[in-house]
């Protein structure tokens, strides 16, 4: 019997679809959209008409668009107007304050199904804490086994509760096929360079100080090398992080935020996370080993739940320029090596971090939510209208 279809609404305080959590959202609606769900995605508005592109990338998805003012008390109000207009299902909350919101709002709307996303392996507040806890939220879906056994010791969590969904990668953006750069012309690196590429924003848990003196090792063997940063942050920053390790700049090209990063994947010769702590599972490894580059990668959180040392990819120790300079190495020094992880890799991912996967699992969740909410409502009824 075929399935009625769900109605859903993705509750995030993000304005835009253009990083982490915004990103898995859409993609995750816009596979459900695909399976005949009916999805509607609530953005944070702001004032200054920046939601228009995103508007209209919602709807090309087969997704409804609302905007919120989710950061205003106000937004209470219409959440929980919209709540009841919409007869929705489930609601998926994304970010601590969509939680709080929705919270806010619950006593005084449906009593909808919910579920709430969490991303990172920061350690949760004592307030987080207890929203996860509270009996309105059916189910928390973490993103790696790592973040399932975090809540469960530090926020009291039930496991029964926790849900772990892998995140997903874009099929239709990274394909392997995708043309890489012209090194020279593109980067202005030498055509014959070897290139290492970190894609992440410059923040102190990214691992950038780290990559810097992990990089003067690597060249001090090898003088082919070159570096790519990929992500929000001025060169002024990175410059200062390569002055202290004492790295020549012109051995490290910074693109800043990069719209491109299929290509550049394809460009590159080992893909690098350097993280310290906060991930969940970094995104830009998911996609390196779906373009099928080879990748390093500290072993933080659920990132070695994908990257799987010596299978597909090499894991370091976090906070250890010396191992990851030595990872770096042997992967440039062995390429065929590198090649048969990475493959490894892709098959990995291309099997089970896609979209339709995931789309497919939380569809099969928030059914499991609708159903548990109508049999306690039977319940319920039988006790306050017992028959006569």
Do not use: W
Request: glycine share 6%; charged share 30%; with cysteine.
């Amino acid at each position: 019997m075929e399935e009625t279809p769900l109605s859903i609404l993705q509750l995030l305080t993000h304005s835009k679809i253009n990083a982490g959590g915004a990103v898995q959202a859409f993609l995750l609606s816009r596979e459900l959209a695909r399976l005949g769900h009916r999805v509607t995605m609530a953005f944070s508005e702001r004032e200054d008409g920046a939601h228009d592109e995103t508007r209209a990338r919602v709807e090309a998805a087969g997704c409804r668009y609302v905007g919120l003012r989710l950061r205003r008390l106000a937004s209470i109000k219409a959440l929980r107007d919209l709540l009841i207009e919409g007869r929705y299902d489930v609601v998926h909350l994304h970010r601590e304050q969509a939680v709080q919101r929705f919270l806010q709002a619950a006593p005084l709307a449906p009593d909808v199904g919910a579920v709430a996303n969490v991303g990172t392996s920061k350690v949760p507040s004592k307030a987080r804490a207890r929203r996860l806890r509270s009996p309105r939220i059916d189910r928390v879906v973490v993103v790696a086994e790592a973040l399932k056994r975090l809540l469960v010791r530090t926020a009291g969590v039930d496991p029964a509760r926790v849900e772990v969904v892998y995140g997903a990668y874009d099929e239709e953006r990274f394909r392997p096929d995708a043309a890489p750069y012209d090194r020279a012309a593109d980067l202005g690196v030498p055509d014959d360079a070897r290139l290492v590429g970190v894609v992440a924003n410059l923040d102190p848990k990214k691992g950038h100080r780290v990559l810097a003196a992990a990089a003067r090792r690597v060249l001090a063997e090898r003088d082919d090398v070159r570096f790519v940063c990929a992500g929000k942050g001025e060169r002024a920053e990175l410059d200062a992080l390569l002055d202290a390790a004492g790295v020549a700049r012109d051995r490290f090209v910074h693109l800043g935020f990069h719209d491109d990063v299929p290509r550049l994947l394809r460009t590159l010769d080992v893909s690098i996370c350097a993280s310290t702590k906060g991930e969940g599972l970094t995104g830009s490894i998911r996609e390196s080993l779906a373009m099928g580059v080879p990748v390093v990668s500290t072993a933080v959180a659920g990132n070695v739940e994908i990257v799987r040392h010596g299978r597909t990819g090499l894991l370091v120790p976090p906070r250890d320029p010396d191992a990851l300079a030595a990872a770096i190495l042997e992967t440039l020094a062995d390429p065929d090596a590198a090649r048969a992880r990475a493959e490894a890799g892709a098959a990995l991912v291309r099997g089970r971090f896609t979209s339709a996967a995931r789309a497919e699992r939380m569809a099969e969740l928030y059914r499991e939510i609708r159903t548990y909410r109508r049999v306690r409502e039977m319940e319920v009824d039988s006790i306050l209208y017992p028959e006569v």
